[in-house]
Nanobody, 116 residues
Framework: QVQLVESGGGLVQPGGSLRLSCAPSGSIGSINAMDWYRQAPGKQRELVATITRGGSTNYADSVKGRFTISRDNAKNTVHLQMNSLKPEDTAVYYC??????????WGQGTQVTVSS
């Protein structure tokens, strides 16, 4: 069964950087938007960044200027480069892929912890 495989989470000190990656383990057809969400303990899941097939991006205000979303259409991979990390960025990060048929795929989540 095809799954979205995420990698790159971990523990980092405030001010540090991490790079998350996500790709399907098999074929899921054409891909439209690719997104990253996060969910902190006791909070609702929130949209962090999105990138369209054409490369247009949008970010949550809380991460603008610090996070960069990118994608490799040839490899069906989406990345999230996170710089200047803050303790409030601590959360489980999920990738989401919307296919051309309107199917939404979710990754299993990867923990990002920002702490000294």
């Amino acid at each position: 069964q095809v799954q979205l495989v995420e990698s790159g989470g971990g523990l980092v000190q405030p001010g540090g950087s991490l790079r998350l990656s996500c790709a399907p383990s098999g074929s899921i057809g054409s891909i439209n938007a690719m997104d990253w969400y996060r969910q902190a303990p006791g909070k609702q899941r929130e949209l962090v960044a999105t990138i369209t097939r054409g490369g247009s991006t949008n970010y949550a205000d809380s991460v603008k200027g610090r996070f960069t979303i990118s994608r490799d259409n040839a490899k069906n991979t989406v990345h999230l480069q996170m710089n200047s990390l803050k303790p409030e960025d601590t959360a489980v990060y999920y990738c989401n892929i919307l296919t051309g048929r309107g199917i939404s795929w979710w990754g299993q989540g990867t923990q990002v912890t920002v702490s000294s």
